[in-house]
Nanobody, 124 residues
């Protein structure tokens, strides 16, 4: 299984970006997917997660109401729509595949395959 994150860039505060996570392998669509972010010197933090069926989603409190996670299993894609971006959203964003087909988690230990990360920079 390989994951490829893309869509990062530089925007001003209040702007929007859509991140994409392309998964390879037949099993990608059978597992939950999460987005995490990391800034230098800090631990990777949970942003959002979606179950394989898209029926269940979780969001960090810091992004609730501004970010939306979605997926298209026919295309093996997971998306993170980020609106009303703030400077504190600046980070490298990673997508990851869940370890279990039946649950999604909010910690890095719940995920096994990770993409390479895409940089998001929000200026004030």
């Amino acid at each position: 299984v390989q994951l490829q994150a893309s869509g990062g860039g530089s925007v001003q505060a209040g702007g929007s970006l859509r991140l994409s996570c392309a998964g390879s392998g037949r099993t990608f669509s059978n597992y939950g997917t999460g987005w995490f972010r990391q800034t230098p010197g800090k631990a990777r933090e949970f942003v959002a997660a979606i179950s394989w069926s898209a029926r269940t989603t979780y969001y960090a409190d810091s992004v609730k109401g501004r970010f939306t996670i979605s997926r298209d299993n026919a295309k093996n894609m997971v998306y993170l729509q980020m609106n009303s971006l703030k400077p504190e959203d600046t980070a490298v964003y990673y997508c990851a595949r869940g370890k279990s087909p039946w649950t999604i988690g909010t910690t890095t230990s719940a995920y096994d395959y990770w993409g390479q990360g895409t940089q998001v920079t929000v200026s004030s």
